[in-house]
């Protein structure tokens, strides 16, 4: 009997010498936002980041979804904390409570909010985005694009964030168009706004009835029908966050990118040098987080001219020449 | 201002918005008037939606598409008739029970069989019939919606099936005295409400979005119950709430930008409905037995 005991101690001791061994390999976990992976927007960039950074850098990864309605996204996160996770990833700005309390239960643990800001907490780092910048430069290619000299805009939930789309939109449109009209609609006041196509597709119609020629959204899944309603009427819709150009091609104009992506990995690269700091890093046209696609399928859809007036305005603003507000 | 509001735009507008939530109270309307509560109505327009595409992605035929959406909304409320009707568990809970399974199979389904979550790839959705002679077209499920409500104001109402399932549902030993086989009727109510069901879904998937989204009901099978409470549990009454809740949401949506604050514009759908349920409508009166298991 001692002995089995002897022999069960020295076991788990070898093995907790060589699960020891295991995380030297740098471990991150991803909680994504309500809509999931597959929304072909928000949540797909931040799993692309990670993607990338388990291939470049060579790091572990992991990516969970909340429940319905996301109540569980504390546990969550303090599930993958306890598990021993370096790098503990919120997606969205929903998570700036439940990130903030297990941030602090978890002090030796380094976390990371995208869309949100978290101050005092060395252990966090804040991700934010300056969507109105890349907001103005769609509003700009809108606004030289439209023939009816209306365009439109649809927003998911009715907050701040995603009235900076929508005011960055229409200075872009005003700045290269001043008489041009700018349509706005919002589908709901609660989170479930955002997977809301059939809502979508119907503010975006009625938006094409008012003259409207372009429509771009914010509004996470729902846009499916924006850009449904475009392919139906034969109009341009706009996607939002990742390039949606795809989805109905000849009818997406041009998509506003949020590489969410891109500001994953380098907060892991970070991460692996040793580099990490806790406090806000802005993402903008200059750090290249944000920006307007271009590809095969919108190729013969905005002219030379229109592309070298955007790429003109981003200098610009990147100079700082022209401020783009971010409120209302 | 007036004139862009007003408009037959509108009005189309509330039809295309009110006919997923005609089609789930319809089927409200045949399961309660049994005696059986169906809340489970939004997990079963959620299959029909996730139905619909599916089907329609596989075969390329919508009316495909709409047969998987019936079937699969039929499958749904077998469970929910199982459950509360030959294990007379409380109906609330299974409807409960099945709005969760509902929730957690197609957003399963979906990851699995068009490998992506969140959202379905975009479909074709029906061909749309033309009126004769003119530029207007209409989708042949609205058609089939209208076609649907006459029948069920018939049937309930006109015919023999109608007043047996109405007995079941006022009194089932009364009826069950006079040999009417009440679980029957009962289950068929129940299964009606599903196949009803599943075309609401279908309708909001395969004809209005013509893609499917993880949770896309967002609470329409809830909104189609007040429909029903709203419409006194008769078809007509039924219909008439459901394009009412329509209108309102279209007037709501094209209220917007005339710098009145959104939050506020949203309420104006539910306050109209509490103010016609007080003043025209006044006291709606469920089916006695409505929501109580029969034992013999």
Redesign the interface.
Known sequence: MKKFLIGILVLSLLFSFSTFGYTAKIKVGIVYDV???????F??AAYRGLQEAIKRLGVEGKDV?PG?GGANREELLRLLAEQGYDLVVGVGFLFTDALTKVAKEFPNTKFAIVDGVIEGLPNVRSLVFQEHEGSFLVGAIAGLMTKTNKVGFVGGM?MALIHKFEVGYRAGVKYVNPKAEV????I??TG?AF?????????A??QF??GADIVYHASG??G??V??AA?EMKKFAIGVDSNQNW??PGYVLTSMLKKVDVAIYKTVEDLVKGKFTGGVKVYGLKEDGVGVAYDKYNAKLIPDSVRKKVAQLRLDIIAGRIVVPSSR | MISGILSLELLISALRMSVPLTFASLGGVFSERGGVVNIALEGIMLVGAFGAVVGTYFTNNPWIGLLTAMSFGFLIALIHAVVSITFRINQIISGTALNIMATGLTTFLSRLIFKAAGSSPHIEGMVQWRFPGTNWQISPLIVIMFAVIIISQIVIFKTRYGLRLRACGENPYAADSLGVDVIKMRYSGVLISGVLGGLGGAFLSLEHARVFVEGMTTGRGFIALAGMIFGRWTPLGSFSACFLFGLAEAFRMRLEGFGIPTQFIQMIPYIVTMCVLVGVVGRAVAPAYDGIPFEK
């Not at chain 1, 349509?183 to 919002?186: I, K, M, T």
């Open positions: 809509g999931g992976r597959g929304d072909k927007s949540n797909d979804e319905e009715d349509l706005v609609n919002y709901g006041v479930e997977k809301d196509p059939v809502k979508g597709k119907e503010l119609m009625s009835k008012q899944a729902s499916e029908g850009i449904e392919k989805i109905a």
